[in-house]
């Protein structure tokens, strides 16, 4: 299994803003994922991207990956008050058979 | 149902308390995961059962007890625990923790008070 680390580890923006976040790890993965946690709740699974794959979309999620440069981003498109959360990212390997989560990004949107 | 429960919400217990956390899914989720998370820090892994079996124990302290009862419970009990054991305890479950694109779906977790 392989950390993520996030950056940066603290974002404040206004809502209606874009919000960008980046994870790098450290050797070559299969998958990257991306969860969310609200203050106080459970994490909640965001997107998944796989190594082949440069960019992926969910609604206002974008999240890009470059394998040459191990890492991967995480853009929330149009802010929005309820997107003040954690966010951590998952390398997934093809040994480690758990996750373990960086120390995340803490994302306050202001209105 | 893409849902995982955990009760109690809230527990508050002495260092000489014996308690215990429940966890439960009906996805059919054949791995289940303890995580212990402390204030601004990310979770961290303390137990895996897969197929009912403890998989992994992450040099947990044995005042830390987990059991599966069936593929769709997991307990975490708790005995003697310390001050500093206080925290938000969160349960996931996976489809099977051998596969690389398993996401894991979490539930909201019992914030634990020992005093």
């Known amino acids: 299994s392989q950390q993520g680390e996030e950056d940066p580890q603290a974002l404040s923006i206004q809502e209606g803003e874009n919000a960008t976040m980046n994870c790098s790890y450290k050797t070559s993965i299969n998958n990257l994922q991306w969860y969310r946690q609200n203050s106080g709740r459970g994490l909640v699974h965001l997107i998944l991207i796989r190594s082949n794959e440069r960019e992926k979309h969910s609604g206002r999620l974008r999240v890009t990956l470059d394998t040459s440069k191990k890492s991967s981003s995480l853009l929330i498109t149009a802010s929005r008050a309820a997107d003040t959360a954690s966010y951590f990212c998952a390398p997934r390997d093809n040994y480690g058979q758990n996750f373990v989560f960086g120390p995340g990004t803490r994302l306050s949107v202001l209105p | 149902d893409t849902e995982v429960t955990q009760t109690p919400k809230h527990l508050v217990m002495g260092m000489t308390n014996k308690k215990s956390l429940k966890c439960e899914q009906h996805?059919?989720?054949?791995?289940m995961y303890w995580y212990k998370q402390k204030a601004k820090k990310p979770p961290e892994l303390m137990f895996v059962?897969?197929?009912?079996?403890?998989?992994i124990n992450e040099s947990v302290p044995s005042r830390f007890s987990p059991e599966c009862p069936n593929s769709s419970l997991l307990n975490l009990h708790l005995h003697a625990l310390q001050p500093e054991d206080s925290a938000l305890y969160l349960c996931a479950s996976s489809q099977s923790q051998l596969a690389i694109t398993d996401t894991q779906y979490f539930g909201p977790g019992t914030r634990l008070t020992v005093l």
């Open positions: 996805m059919g989720h054949r791995a």
């Open positions: 059962y897969s197929y009912e079996k403890l998989s």
